[in-house]
């Protein structure tokens, strides 16, 4: 499991590097594109202007050309890698763009899209930081922040869980639990101990995913200073710091850990049997990833939590009263799973 | 010829198991294979019936090479319990035995009836005890009546009453042409039943013959114990005088003849005692070299 | 054969996989019951917004009526005259709205899909245009969407729940949305079956398939290895019998094969079954979007390019995908298991199995080279099927028939490699 997770976190990390050229690459295209679209209206506006002179028509006509100039030295900027120009001048882009549009001209990006753009771009260049492309960045806190959303959600969450799961559901299978249950301890202690024994794996495979995915950019890519100030959009349209994020990013897995192996204490216990108890786990993850898609993404509900990137990103607000969730409906699932075990055998 | 083994080398890694194992049985007999836990009996077992490969060697069953799946028409393999379905009852098992080699259900019954699983026969094998899984395991081992049968521990986990019961069964079997090789600790069982042993030490055998090595003495009390001891030597018996008891050896002499010269001789017997020397004594002389051989076995 | 009724008599009687499967189904149908639950919560709100329009008429009337009063007071005709305009107009709407407050909950989509149908081919004209926070749609979705509706008035399927209730698009891949649009866009196009066809049809795009074959192998794909541990060692049983190896391998193998699909066959049937917490089984005739993709340009692959104007596209029945589906669906299947019945030699543990086996599908499809040939390609059955994966590859070779050969022929070599391992492991079963 360690091994996959390593694997997982450099792979990943060798494609981001391999990644960076073509990210420039993509930008050079998709600013292209905008400027031939506006290249376009204004051959289309001269010809007309040389028709029928109208003043809207020579307005719209002016502010294209200055749309059309700045997007072509926002292209050089990309080129020449030139970030504190590219960021300047995007949101010159941006705010013509804008004044573009009340001309009645066409740009295809919304207003909100660009405002959120300069909001961001004017706080970059506050921290001296370029900008990244988040799902591809070699710079550490964003590294882990794709890390974060591609293995703690729901679906990484299933496979760890119906690794995991076989420690309990072996020792059951494989009569094990007939000499362990013969032990001076309680069978609801056992039941703890269990829970504590997989809750501490969850954790040391925890800390060596955040720890891989910090050290490995960190120790071969430069980083920048001020990277973990790098401003991550909310869905509130507010900001919130790297740092932040991977803070909150690492409590909330944590409670989400408890939560799974809660999950997986119960299920193992009261199943014993590995294909039960694996396809239990997939039933109960997939039904909580189906709640969260049809609007139950509230609150209370532990599963709101279980893709930690979302729910820093959709519920800034949730922090930290959402743990108390994830740690009560642990505890509460801890609870059932020794209460149950109390007095039951083995066959 | 029943099974012919020969030159059989089986190593794992860089630990040599086997060496060279041969051997050969041509008549019906039982035969048990002995040696301590590790010693290769279970690996030469599985090398016999083709479940693992030997390094070199060759064995013949029944005329065939053990490589041919149509030899378990005519042979049997009795393994451990861990080759039982625990979700499965003992008649589930049994039948599947019956239709792969196309016995009738009669035969299955019968089977049951003679081991005496009958009465459990359709309660499923995780309810079974480890004695309940022993008869189940014999039963599958002799229901297509083998010419050879191949039992590992068959006596492994078997109340005393069940011992009895198996130990009848396994003679019976070979009074009807069955040719057993067993592996077994229970060396008291062995006497009981086989005629020749195969000592298995660090990779080589030691074969043995039964009646070559197994020896009954005679411990005899006396009145006078040194006017006996002179009567029998004077005739040519070898005693032994060991803690004012006379031994005599069966080899040596038939007990009637000491009883006789000690009567003549007015010599008063107040206790005679037998002590057999069997398979458990010979194990711990070739596998102890402490092995005291006045350490008797006594029946 | 015996040896392959003995291996299903042990399957039957395992009542852990009783178990298993009986889960399985009951997850589904609970995960469905919600699913359709949510789709008539969607439908509802749909009817709300509506109803909240009808209420802004009515307030608008009374306001109009009012101003009416005090022009009628004040002797003003011209004002008078335009409220009474208004009031007309609004009554009108009220009229309409109600009908189609009315049509909608009674599922009457003539008179909506008509009005619907006139929109779009407005939208689709040389002189309309469609677009969303300034970005505009596609030609070939406001054609794809304007066929739609034309193949649910003429063969009066009902279209299924959607967050809006006009202007009802259908997603395709040639929209490029960014930003706010793009999440609009998803917002609006996300599709609700309501019936148990157009659920299973709505499903396939999230792998449904995929992963109840991988279910079913987890459940069903263990005959040997669940047999060749320490501590059940099941199959060296059959290793002292008189059956050849090659027998036990294929009663093993095909028993568990016919398990899986029996096993996936019922989901599947569930799924549609399911339905019936929705609006019913729903109709074979519903339209399945297909992309004919575009033709690769003669001047190389660099110049491929998607024209949105020109691409062409056809509807076919869901029943006719339906069809493929589960015949490629079986081909998946096939080469899964045997791909499964593979890694179980070597794997003892079915939990790290099935991982590998998924890991390998879905890193294949997403890792290799999209081809013709490459059985990975039609990982992604619905994108396979539907023109999605050979439109984008500008591959026009990539479709059923050699999804259905590349799947056999590979699955075919992966089961001999299986063979041949089987053999391999069954000389040192005892060790």
């Known amino acids: 499991m360690l091994a996959g997770t390593l694997l997982l976190i450099g792979t990943l990390f060798i494609r981001n590097v391999m990644q960076q050229d073509v990210v420039r690459a993509e930008k050079i295209e998709w600013f292209s594109g905008y400027m031939q679209e506006v290249a376009t209206q204004n051959r289309t506006d001269r010809q007309m202007l040389q028709e029928t002179p109208l003043e809207e028509l020579e307005q719209k006509l002016d502010v294209g050309v200055a749309l059309q100039n700045q997007l072509n030295g926002l292209i050089l900027s990309i080129e020449n890698g030139a970030w504190e120009d590219e960021l300047q001048q995007e949101i010159d882009v941006y705010l013509t763009a804008i004044d573009y549009k009340e001309v009645k001209g066409n740009y295809s990006f919304s207003n909100g899209d660009m405002d959120e753009t300069i909001r961001l771009n004017e706080q970059l260049l506050l921290l001296g930081l370029p900008k990244e492309d988040i799902g591809r960045s070699v710079q550490p806190p964003l590294f882990i922040k794709q890390i974060v959303s591609l293995v703690l959600n729901p679906f990484g969450l299933t496979v760890l869980l119906v690794l995991l799961g076989t420690v309990i559901t072996r020792e059951f299978e494989d009569r094990n639990m007939q000499m362990v249950y013969t032990f001076p301890i309680p069978k609801w202690k056992y039941v703890f101990v269990k829970f504590t024994g997989l809750l501490l794996t969850g954790l040391i495979w925890l800390s060596v995913l955040f720890s891989a995915s910090y050290l490995l950019p960190a120790l071969t890519v430069e980083s920048k200073e001020l990277i973990f100030d790098y401003p991550l959009s909310l869905a509130n349209g507010s900001f919130l710091d790297a740092g932040t994020y991977i803070n909150e990013a690492c409590i909330y897995s944590v409670g989400v850990l408890l939560f799974a192996i809660g999950v997986l204490t119960l299920v193992g216990f009261m199943a014993r049997q590995t294909i039960i108890s694996s396809v239990v786990i997939l039933a109960v993850f997939a039904g909580g990833w189906m709640s969260i898609r049809n609007g139950m993404d509230l609150l209370w509900n532990p599963f709101t939590y279980v893709n930690v990137n979302e729910a820093i990103i959709n519920h800034a607000d949730y922090f930290p009263t959402g743990l108390i969730v994830l740690f009560g409906v642990a505890a509460v699932l801890l609870a059932i799973a020794m209460w149950g075990s109390r007095k039951r055998g083995v066959s | 010829m029943i099974l012919s083994v020969k030159d059989v080398y089986k190593s794992y890694g860089k630990e040599q198991v086997l060496k060279g194992i041969t051997f050969e049985i041509e008549e019906p007999q039982i035969i048990a294979l002995v040696g301590p836990n590790g010693s290769g009996k279970s690996t030469l077992l599985n090398i016999i019936t083709n479940l693992l490969p030997a390094d070199k060697g060759e064995v013949t069953v029944l005329g065939k090479n053990n490589r041919d799946p149509n030899i378990f028409r005519e042979i049997s393999f009795m393994q451990d319990n861990t080759v039982l379905y625990d979700y499965l009852t003992g008649y589930d098992h049994l039948q599947f035995i019956c239709d792969v080699q196309g016995l009738p259900k009669k035969q299955l019954l019968a089977t049951a009836e003679r081991i005496g699983i009958t009465s459990y026969l359709n309660k499923k094998v995780k309810n079974y005890s480890l004695g309940m899984k022993q008869h189940l395991l014999l039963a599958m081992a002799v229901l297509n009546k083998p010419k050879l049968a191949i039992l590992d521990e068959p006596l492994n986990g078997l109340d005393p009453t069940s011992a009895i019961r198996v130990r009848e069964l396994l003679l019976a079997l070979r009074d009807e042409g069955t040719t057993i090789l067993l592996s077994s600790h229970n060396l008291a069982e062995i006497d009981r039943v086989t005629s020749s042993i195969l000592f298995l030490k660090k990779g080589n055998l030691i074969q043995e013959n039964m009646a070559e090595f197994e020896q009954v003495r005679y411990q005899i009390k006396v009145d006078q114990t040194a006017k006996a001891e002179k009567a029998l030597t004077a005739v040519g018996i070898p005693v032994e005088l060991v803690d004012e008891r006379l031994h005599v050896y069966r080899r040596d002499v038939a007990l009637d003849r000491v009883l006789h010269i000690l009567e003549r001789e007015n010599v008063v017997i107040d206790d005679i005692e037998k002590k057999v020397f069997g398979s458990e004594e010979r194990y711990r002389k070739i596998f102890t070299e402490e092995a005291k051989t006045d350490e008797l076995v006594q029946v | ?431």
Not at chain 3, 215 to 230: T, V
Not at chain 3, 273 to 288: A, K, Q, R
Request: with cysteine.
């Open chain 3, 1 to 431: 054969m015996r040896q392959f009724l003995f291996e299903n008599k042990k399957m039957m009687k395992k009542k852990s996989v009783w178990a298993a499967v009986f889960i399985t189904l009951l997850s589904l149908l609970v995960l469905s019951y919600f699913h359709f639950s949510a789709a008539d919560r969607i439908r509802n709100g749909n009817i709300v917004k509506q109803e909240n329009v009808l209420a802004q008429y009515k307030i608008w009337i009374e306001d109009a009526e009012t101003e009416l009063q005090i022009a009628e007071k004040n002797s003003d005709a011209e004002t008078g005259d335009a409220m009474a305009a208004v009031i007309e107009k609004y009554t009108q709407s009220i009229v309409n709205q109600e009908k189609w407050i009315s049509d909608y909950t009674q599922r009457e989509w003539k008179t909506i899909l008509e009005e619907d149908i006139a929109d779009f081919e407005l939208y689709s004209s040389e002189d309309g245009s469609m677009a969303i926070e300034g970005q505009r749609v596609k030609s070939f979705t406001l054609r794809a969407a304007l066929e739609e509706k034309r193949w649910f008035l003429k063969n009066g399927i009902d279209p299924v729940v959607q967050n809006t209730s006009y202007n009802l698009f259908v997603p395709t891949i040639y929209e490029d949305f960014t930003g706010r649009a793009l999440d609009y866009w998803k917002q609006v196009t996300a599709r609700y079956g309501d019936t148990g066809l157009t659920y299973f049809y709505g499903m396939m795009p999230n792998f449904l398939m995929q992963i109840f074959i991988l279910i079913g192998c987890f459940l069903f794909g263990n005959s040997i290895s669940g047999e060749s541990g320490k501590k059940k060692k099941g199959l060296q049983l059959h290793f002292v019998q008189p059956v050849s190896k090659t027998a036990l391998f294929l009663s093993k193998y095909v028993s568990g094969l016919t398990a899986t699909l029996i096993f996936v066959g019922l989901l599947v049937s569930a799924i549609i079954m399911s339905g019936e917490f929705g609006n019913g089984i729903g109709s074979l005739e519903y339209p399945v979007l297909v992309y004919e993709g575009a033709e690769p340009n003669p001047y190389g692959s660099e110049f491929n390019a998607l024209i949105p104007e020109n691409d062409q596209f056809h509807f076919i029945p869901l029943g006719e995908y339906l069809k493929d589906v589960l015949m490629m669906g079986s081909g998946l299947l096939f080469f899964t298991y045997s791909l499964y019945f593979l890694l179980a030699l070597g794997i003892r543990n079915q939990s790290i199995t099935i991982l590998v086996t998924g890991g390998i599908l879905f890193g294949g499809m997403t890792i290799l080279p999209v081809s013709a040939y490459n059985p990975f390609t039609y990982v992604d059955i619905h994108r396979a099927l539907n023109g999605e994966i050979a439109t984008i590859a500008f591959n026009p070779a990539i479709g059923f028939q050699h999804g259905m050969l590349a799947l056999f022929v590979v699955g075919t070599a992966v089961l001999l490699a299986a063979f041949i391992g089987f053999h391999v492991k069954s000389r040192n079963v005892a060790a």
